[in-house]
């Protein structure tokens, strides 16, 4: 069975603050690992990483896929109290599961003032 | 247009009702996914659309039947649900199955009495 892991849970820090969530799986035929944030309502989609050591960034937020060690990171630099969300990964795999996501548990990231 | 819509925003129904939940997407997206999403948890895949066709069905109860009538709408027709069946559900659209870059939409919030 397909597996996505997130850690720590739960992360408390301040404004300024830089933080790494950490993401590790075990799929069959990986395809993609998709880093997600939600607020009160719908998962808005931040990046997708396919290819291993390449680094995505957008402002103050970067990922990185690590597949031979089969884990990625997202990174947060000089966080803001708007970045408290939680952060969901998920992998989409091929084969029998072509087109379906699996999701981490989340970590659900709070920023103080 | 990048958006996904749901109707209703919010929704109370008795376990003898009938009732419909509705997705919405005009970006071109030939597949599309039905999620629910409990309290405090990742979102769970319940069905997935590619051209009109169900591709994927995760085991869901009868009770949950989608319906996919072109490729910008999809329907989840609910009948005779349970308590256990509140949640928020949350429709999704992809380029294809193929791609898993997945836009979500803002969700329905259910709640079974």
């Known amino acids: 069975e397909d597996k996505v892991v997130q850690s720590p849970l739960s992360l408390v820090v301040h404004e300024g603050d830089t933080v790494t969530l950490n993401c590790s799986y075990e799929?069959?035929?990986?395809?993609?690992l998709l880093w997600y944030k939600q607020e009160k309502k719908a998962p808005t989609f931040l990046f997708m990483l396919t290819s291993s050591g390449i680094e995505k960034k957008s402002g103050r937020l970067s990922s990185i896929l690590d597949k031979k060690e089969l884990f990625s990171i997202l990174n947060i630099t000089a966080t803001q109290t708007g970045d408290s969300a939680v952060y969901l990964c998920a992998v989409g795999a091929g084969g029998t599961s072509y087109g379906k996501l699996t999701f981490g548990q989340g970590t659900i990231l709070t920023v103080h003032p | 247009d990048t958006e996904v819509t749901q109707t209703p925003k919010h929704l109370v129904m008795g376990m003898t009702n009938k009732k419909s939940l509705k997705c919405e997407q005009h970006?071109?997206?030939?597949?599309m996914y039905w999620y629910k999403q409990k309290a405090k948890k990742p979102p769970e895949l319940m069905f997935v659309?590619?051209?009109?066709?169900?591709?994927i069905n995760e085991s869901v109860p009868s009770r949950f039947s989608p319906e996919c009538p072109n490729s910008s709408l999809l329907n989840l027709h609910l009948h005779a649900l349970q308590p256990e069946d509140s949640a928020l559900y949350l429709c999704a659209s992809s380029s294809g199955v193929g791609y898993n870059e997945q836009f979500f939409g803002p969700g329905t919030r259910l709640t079974v009495l």
């Open positions: 970006m071109g997206h030939r597949a």
């Open positions: 799929v069959t035929n990986f395809r993609s």
């Open positions: 659309y590619s051209y009109e066709k169900l591709s």
